[in-house]
C-alpha cells in the first residue's frame, strides 16, 4: 500500500486547494466565530460579571467554536467525496481509507489553526491580554491542537455517517452546540441547576478551563489532564470508527 503518511499529506493538498476554490465557505468559516466573539463582547459582555474583563473570559470559548465550525466544513467534504465517486479513484492508486481521512483531517487542523489565530488577534486588538509565559502559552497551543485534531476526527466519522453533504451539516450541529452550555460565555454556576451536571462534565469545559487557565497563568489543577484524556479518547474512538466506516461504505 502506498506510503500512508506521504498519501496522507498529498490528501491534505487537494483538500487545502478545494478550500481555495470555495472562498464563500472559507470566509464564512474564518469570519462566523470571530462576528460571534464580537457580538458577545460587546452586546452581551456588559450584562455578565465573570470578574473579570469579558473580552478575558470568552476568548477560549471563541476559539474552541471556532473549530466547531471548521470540523462542520469536514464532515461535508468527507460526505461529498463517498458520493462523487473520488474514493473508486483513490482506491486504484492503492491509497487505504485512513491516509484517505487523515489528509481530510490534516487540512482541517490547517485551516482550525489559521481561524484560531484570526480569533486570538482579533481579541487582542480588542483587549484581550494574555499573561501566559513561553511554556504555558506552548501547553495552550498543544491542547488546542490535541481538541481540534479529536473533533475533525469525529467530523470525518459524522461524514461517514451521513448519506447526502446537507445531514453531514446537521450532524456536526452538535459540535457546534457543544460550547454553549459550558463555562464558555457564562459561568457554569449562573445555568439552571438541573444544567449543572451536563456542563460540569462534558469534553468542552475542561478544554476551556484549561486554555483559560494557561493563558491567563492562573492555577489549572487538574483540568489539562483530564482535558488531554477527553481529547485522547475521542480521537483514539472516532479513528477506529472512521476505519471500520470507510470499509462499509466502500465495500
Not at 450584562?47 to 470540523?71: K, N, Q, S
Not at 453533504?165 to 449562573?190: D, K, R
Request: some cysteine.
Amino acid at each position: 500500500m502506498t506510503a500512508a503518511p506521504g498519501s496522507a499529506l498529498a490528501l491534505a493538498g487537494r483538500s487545502l486547494r478545494i478550500s481555495r476554490r470555495q472562498p464563500d465557505a472559507l470566509i464564512t468559516a474564518l469570519m462566523l466565530p470571530v462576528m460571534l466573539m464580537l457580538i458577545f463582547v460587546y452586546f452581551f459582555g456588559g450584562a455578565i460579571d465573570t470578574g473579570t474583563a469579558y473580552v478575558t473570559y470568552v476568548v477560549p470559548g471563541a476559539m474552541l467554536l471556532c473549530a466547531g465550525f471548521g470540523a462542520a466544513s469536514t464532515a461535508v467534504s468527507v460526505t461529498e467525496d463517498m458520493k462523487n465517486g473520488v474514493i473508486d479513484r483513490f482506491r486504484t492508486l492503492d491509497i487505504g481509507g485512513i491516509p484517505i481521512l487523515a489528509g481530510h483531517v490534516t487540512a482541517s487542523v490547517l485551516r482550525n489553526l489559521l481561524s484560531t489565530t484570526l480569533v486570538l488577534a482579533v481579541a487582542l486588538a480588542i483587549g484581550f491580554r494574555p499573561q501566559a509565559g513561553p511554556l504555558a502559552f506552548l501547553a495552550a497551543a498543544g491542547l488546542l491542537l490535541a481538541y481540534i485534531t479529536a473533533i475533525s476526527w469525529l467530523a470525518a466519522v459524522l461524514g461517514l455517517l451521513a448519506k447526502s453533504p446537507e445531514a453531514a451539516g446537521g450532524f456536526t450541529f452538535l459540535m457546534m452546540f457543544l460550547p454553549y452550555p459550558s463555562s464558555a460565555f457564562v459561568p457554569i454556576e449562573t445555568m439552571p441547576g438541573w444544567l449543572h451536571g451536563f456542563a460540569d462534565h462534558q469534553p468542552l469545559t475542561p478544554v476551556i478551563e484549561s486554555l483559560r487557565a494557561l493563558l491567563l497563568a492562573q492555577p489549572a489543577g487538574n483540568a489539562p489532564w483530564v482535558a488531554l484524556t477527553w481529547c485522547a479518547g475521542i480521537t483514539v474512538v472516532a479513528v477506529t470508527l472512521a476505519g471500520v466506516l470507510f470499509r462499509g461504505r466502500t465495500r
